[in-house]
């Protein structure tokens, strides 16, 4: 083994043990505003792994849509459903025996099935071919024309119907009308 | 690192994310653990690309990318419906359709 591979082994195993204990602080934090720090910790050292199987465009990705939106936006909605004020959310959990018990034996169903067929698996070296950013447009704007053009209406769809979903009270009527009709019924409310 | 390494560090992160989907009792916890899951998914697809050496893996992995954020967005707009009709958005104290 010479110097490269040993330092690429030391990083990946840094990275896993980093990545395996911010998951489990993740799922075993009792305030969840940590847990969903952890998340962030978890998504960060998601990118590493990226930028080490020579995905450098998925890693920004990464880093930009999970690490700056969803952890943004999942604090946002900590925030929102909180009655205590503070940033101590409780986050209590149940039945943890069971559940460990059967996460453990998926695992182990998982590594097994793994490494049973590791001799199946390609053995190419991980970081031979870098993927530009160049490639993978190229290959949304022409192979995958229709499927980007799809996700662009899932997005849409998405926006607008978590807009719908979380506006105030007037659900599934337009708001002019409302209001209208409350200054209507009661004139003494707008004094 | 070989590929195996990569696919155990995925399916620990993916139990990982299975313990919490069952124990947490915050819909937002719920959440957080599919998310876990989903990002374990994406390592298995990003590892998987490089092993190949093609890039329809990252393609792959970046559509599954912009689907969980989409889903995340509606699920915590529907996480923030129920916390305003019930007050609360602990998962069993939402029974109603218990047979």
Redesign the interface.
């Known amino acids: 083994m010479n110097e490269a591979d040993w330092v690429a082994q030391l990083g990946f195993a840094l990275v896993g043990v980093g990545l395996v204990f911010s998951a489990t602080r993740v799922v075993t934090s009792d305030n969840l505003v940590r847990s969903v720090l952890w998340l962030a910790v978890t998504l960060c050292a998601t990118a590493v792994l990226f930028l080490m199987l020579s995905a450098p465009f998925m890693a920004s990705i990464q880093l930009m849509l999970y690490t700056g939106g969803v952890i943004t936006l999942m604090l946002f909605g900590v925030m929102l459903t909180n009655r205590e004020a503070g940033v101590v959310v409780a986050n209590e959990r149940n039945s943890p025996k069971r559940a460990a018990a059967l996460a453990i034996s998926v695992f182990a169903v998982f590594a097994a099935a793994i490494i049973g067929s590791r001799d199946a698996l390609p053995t190419r070296p991980l970081d031979a071919t870098a993927v530009t950013t160049a490639v993978l447009g190229q290959s949304f704007l022409t192979d995958h024309l229709l499927a980007f053009e799809v996700l662009s209406v899932l997005l849409l769809a998405a926006m607008i119907g978590a807009v719908v979903l979380a506006r105030r009270r007037d659900f599934g009527e337009p708001s002019g009308r409302r209001v209208k009709k409350k200054t209507a019924a009661d004139p003494g409310a707008e004094a | ?9 995925a ?10 989907l ?8 719920i ?3 599919v ?2 899951m989903a ?1 374990a998914v ?2 298995n697809l ?2 998987f ?5 093609d ?2 893996g ?2 792959f ?3 599954s ?10 699920g ?6 129920v ?1 305003r009709s019930r ?1 609360s ?1 602990l998962v ?1 104290e939402l029974g109603e359709l218990k047979g």
């Open positions: 690192m070989s590929l195996v390494g990569y696919l155990l560090l399916a620990a992160l993916f139990c990982i994310g299975i313990y919490g069952l124990t947490r009792r915050n819909a937002i916890g959440l957080l653990s998310e876990l990002n994406n390592i990003v590892a690309a490089a092993a190949h050496g890039h329809l990252q393609v992995a970046l559509f990318t912009a689907i969980t954020v989409a889903e995340v967005a509606v915590l707009a529907l996480v923030i419906l916390f007050r958005v069993d």
